[in-house]
């Protein structure tokens, strides 16, 4: 696995967090390097030996080859001939094995560097996620990881051979013409310093491109999210429209890069036809006074075009490296989010868990200056079940989410067991915890594997068993393939109730010793919801239960009943204690039982 991201390396220039990151790729970058620069290598000896054939029609006995021995010129042809096969053999051996090095660790690298982008979003805070659009985060792990992959397909492997082009052939230049060479290696330093201008002006243009796509990519998923609505609003036009103009702001941002980058290459070859006109009418007046070889002034000519024509292409390398650059600059920063929920330290196996819980003196707010929870204290006995009510927004939910850490309480303490939550591992802490919600989310899979979410290896017949206790069996057995159908995603294709048995076969199975009910039953029909009472009266039996509910009727049994009213508890005791009160409780039963409410 790759090296993971620094803290202080956040304000590196991306390509060396690049570097520092793949350091466990050292051995086969240095090796897919190797390969790219012997490639080059033998790709550059066809000119020398155009010249050399050149050299032996031309001198005969006299050519080079012929001071190795071999003076008859069609042994001297046969011999350039075997070399020539010698060297076209090497170039493609080193090409394929180039092209199978960086791409697969363009694979590798790409594959570590999602898992870990994706493995730290999993670690981080639920504030993160609320405030990010789910296409954009989705943006970053394909689109941007993708952009590198395209880079170092090609892109890499292009700058090794352009710069071992300029080395090897600038030095041949020099050995045989110093005269002329510096006409040929004239254009080089303007072409690099345009180069770099291009890669400063181009580097701001992809960041609003890789910026554009993240909205585009958000809108298109928000869409397909709420289909539903956006048919039932008859909205199709105006959403049609939203998107057009994402995607229009994409084009345009692309446009304006594309417009700079192609001015690249055209600007190259008028640069690199100065150079070839110069090395042919001097380079040929030298032939003609006698001072420079024929089979030298072939060599030449082809090394010219070869020397500066592979720079042309550092237009399109430097387009994939700005554009690699600025996907891995999100990537990285996405690697840099500070983890706000720490993981704990205390091992506490779900078998050893007795399931008490308190708060002591909590607070908690969303917001700065907006409190959601004011003080709040409240004992759960191991094995009981309590119920909190209260109205929309009293923060009846903000405290399941701080007892399963999605937030950290601001002040005060939450104990499992007499042991701060903060403390334990969150592993076991949320392992000891079953969450059924009133908003269930069923993943694109079939009944079996989202009863057996997080146990693949669990024994079939003890998920018919859950199924059975949550009062599900039944219809998943008139399902077209029984456990085995496709619930669509999000398990659109069966009913809010289905859904929701489905979701109490899941945390049955899980058999954790607390259980938290989220408005299990407000989405339900009566008939439906009195099979999940039947189902969730068997699984709270000696287990410690939170039911947090709108109808009263469900929870009016509970060992203790918590109201909660603009963040703090009011009022708390049992169904029967509580209606003796003329408090916020009775007015909620009177509400539900179609009594007159007195105002």
């Not at 086969?28 to 066809?46: E, G, M, T």
């Not at 996907?327 to 330290?345: E, F, K």
Request: net charge neutral; proline share 4%; with cysteine.
């Amino acid at each position: 696995m790759a090296s993971k991201h620094l803290p202080h390396s956040q304000h590196l220039h991306p390509l060396r967090r690049l570097l520092k990151y793949g350091r466990a790729y050292r051995s086969q970058i240095r090796w897919a390097a190797v390969c790219s620069i012997l490639n080059k290598l033998f790709d550059l000896a066809p000119p020398a030996l155009i010249g050399a054939a050149v050299d032996i029609v031309v001198e005969k006995q006299n050519s080079l080859i012929a001071k190795l021995g071999i003076t008859d010129v069609f042994q001297q042809l046969v011999a350039l001939s075997v070399i020539s096969a010698v060297i076209w053999g090497l170039e493609s051996a080193f090409e394929y094995a180039y092209a199978r090095l960086w791409r697969n660790l363009a694979q590798t690298l790409q594959h570590d560097l999602r898992l870990d982008a994706y493995q730290h979003l999993q670690n981080l805070e639920l504030a993160y996620f609320e405030d990010r659009s789910t296409g954009e985060l989705l943006s970053i792990l394909n689109d941007d990881i993708n952009q590198l992959e395209r880079f170092l397909n090609g892109g890499a492997n292009d700058i090794l051979q352009v710069i071992t082009t300029v080395i090897i052939i600038g030095g041949a230049f020099f050995a045989l013409a110093p005269s002329v060479a510096w006409m040929a290696l004239l254009p080089i330093p303007a072409i690099i310093w345009g180069a770099v201008t291009f890669q400063n002006r181009l580097a701001p243009l992809y960041t609003a491109v890789r910026e554009k796509v993240s909205f585009l990519n958000g809108r298109l998923a928000n869409n397909l999210s709420g289909m539903i609505t956006i048919k039932s609003f008859t909205a199709e036009a105006f959403e049609a429209e939203q998107v057009r103009a994402d995607s229009d702001a994409y084009r345009r941002s692309n446009r304006r890069a594309i417009t700079f980058s192609a001015a690249f290459i055209p600007l190259i070859r008028i640069l690199i036809f100065l150079a070839f006109m110069a090395i042919m009418l001097f380079g040929g007046m030298e032939v003609t006074a006698g001072r420079l070889a024929v089979g030298t002034y072939s060599v030449l000519v082809f090394l010219t075009q070869r020397l500066l024509w592979p720079l042309t292409r550092l237009g399109e390398t430097l387009d994939q490296y700005q554009r690699a650059m600025a996907s891995i600059q999100r990537v990285m920063a996405l690697l840099d989010t500070p983890i706000q929920i720490h993981p704990g330290h205390l091992n506490l196996p779900t078998a050893q868990v007795k399931g008490d819980v308190q708060f002591q003196d909590v607070s908690f707010e969303y917001y700065p200056g907006l409190p959601i929870i004011h003080n709040v204290s409240l004992t759960i006995p191991a094995g009981q079940t309590i119920a909190i009510v209260g109205s929309t927004g009293s923060g009846k939910s903000t405290l399941v989410k701080l007892l399963l850490r999605f937030y950290e309480a601001h002040t005060g303490q939450i104990t499992l067991d007499n042991i701060g939550i903060e403390t334990l591992q969150l592993q076991d802490l949320r392992q000891a915890i079953g969450l059924v919600s009133q908003d269930v989310f069923l993943f694109h899979g079939t009944v079996y594997e989202n009863i057996a979410y997080g146990q693949p290896q669990i024994d079939p017949a003890k998920v018919e068993t859950a199924a059975k206790n949550a009062e599900a069996h039944d219809f998943i057995s008139q399902l077209p393939q029984g456990y085995h159908t496709i619930v669509g995603e999000r398990g659109q294709k069966l009913s809010g109730g289905q859904r929701q048995r489905l979701a109490i076969a899941r945390t049955l199975l899980k058999d954790p010793p607390i259980l938290i009910l989220d408005e299990a039953t407000s989405a339900v029909d009566n008939e439906t919801e009195a099979a999940i009472q039947r189902s969730l009266d068997r699984i709270t039996v000696d287990r410690t239960t939170i039911a947090i509910a709108h109808r009263l009727s469900t929870i009016r049994h509970a060992d203790c009943i918590y109201v909660m009213e603009q963040g703090r508890i009011v009022e708390q005791g049992k169904h029967e204690q509580l209606l003796t009160h003329n408090g916020i409780y009775v007015q909620l039963w009177r509400v539900q039982t179609g009594q007159r409410v007195e105002v």
